[in-house]
């Protein structure tokens, strides 16, 4: 088995709460709290893949993800940190007030290409293009998948489990909920606890595509990483789950429900969730293994997003 190396971005390990809300008790593991700047679950990810842009000796990094993309953020924010150039391709437009994180990322001032749906539907082959274009003129990019989802990134939530298992038995919890995007959260949390003998189940709740197309990724990049790491372990496809319904009017837009319960989880626990990914992930969890129990035994990751809540300010009234 090859482990692949990586640099030291993140606040690790991130604390494993167990809260109580509406009579019922759970434990939450705060990803959100893997930093402020590179907070969530994308910095976990930007480890390895920021290793091995350094390795590939690259000045300039480009990735992609929504206008409000935390992956982005948190990339751009990496890779100014270790002295390199961005260039961001966001789907959305430019605004002349820019909220959450787009504030972010125009006070560092990057590159960034603002794409339409057609084209970020196509947007690994643009980047390749515009690669091969900079490195005729002596420029090394690196490349990074939206969500940092790749082979490579979802290492991040392989090596999850090391830091997990240091924090409780893992036989303890018979599940995880997280949000699933690009799905190389759950990709790697299924290969870190077939890794460590859990056969424990990673509920997925989708935010931006279906059922079927997320359940394809996260297999298929679960199975590249095995295969191209060579790990010793056999996929139970029966353990991911994808728990849909929860996604509202689309990826850009809050949900009413998941607003009002959000709202109601800071007041009593003073823990925040996202509008987009987190309090959506939290409506599924709440619904399906919460309500009217005394405690529940599968545990709930919060994957950060929280610049996302001031670009949806006026949701939250
Ligand atoms: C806050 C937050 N939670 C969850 C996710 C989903 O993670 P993944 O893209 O690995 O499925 C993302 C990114 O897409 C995110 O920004």
């Known amino acids: 088995m090859k482990i692949p190396r990586k640099l030291d971005l993140a606040h690790l390990p991130t604390p494993l709460q167990k809260v109580n809300f509406r009579n019922t008790s759970f434990y939450i593991k705060r990803d959100d709290l893997t930093g402020l700047e590179m907070s969530g679950n994308k910095i976990r990810k930007l480890e390895f893949l920021m290793k091995d842009a350094l390795r590939y000796g690259a000045d300039t990094i480009f990735t992609t993800g929504g206008e409000q993309s935390n992956h982005s953020r948190a990339t751009l924010i990496a890779a100014s940190k270790l002295g390199l150039k961005s260039r961001l391709y966001l789907w959305g437009k430019d605004k002349a007030n820019p909220e959450g994180n787009l504030f972010l990322d125009k006070l560092l001032k990057p590159e960034i290409k603002f794409v339409r749906k057609k084209e970020f ?38 090596d999850f489990y090391n ?65 191209k790491y060579r790990l010793p372990v056999k996929l139970n496809s029966h353990r991911l789950k994808v728990i849909s319904g929860y996604q509202g009017k689309g990826y850009k837009f809050s949900t009413k429900e998941s607003i009002a319960l959000s709202k109601d989880f800071f007041r009593k626990n003073t823990i925040l969730f996202d509008p987009v990914y987190t309090g959506k992930a939290f409506h599924a969890y709440y619904e399906n293994f919460l309500e009217g129990k005394a405690r529940t035994n599968i545990m709930f990751l919060h994957t950060g997003g929280l610049f996302g809540v001031f670009a949806k300010r006026k949701d939250y009234y």
């Open 121 to 158: 539907l196509n947007i690994s082959r643009i980047m390749k293009e515009d690669k091969n274009q900079l490195e005729k003129r002596g420029r090394k990019v690196y490349i990074i998948p939206e969500g940092g989802s790749s082979k490579l990134g979802i290492w991040g939530y392989i």
């Open 163 to 227: 830091e997990l298992e240091s924090q409780l038995n893992l036989k303890k919890i018979s599940g995880i909920v997280s949000a699933a995007g690009s799905g190389g959260t759950a990709a790697g949390l299924m290969i870190g606890s077939a890794l460590k003998n859990v056969e424990h189940d990673i509920y997925v709740v989708n935010v931006l595509y279906e059922k079927k197309i997320i359940t394809e990724r996260i297999l298929n990049l679960a199975e590249e990483c095995i295969r």
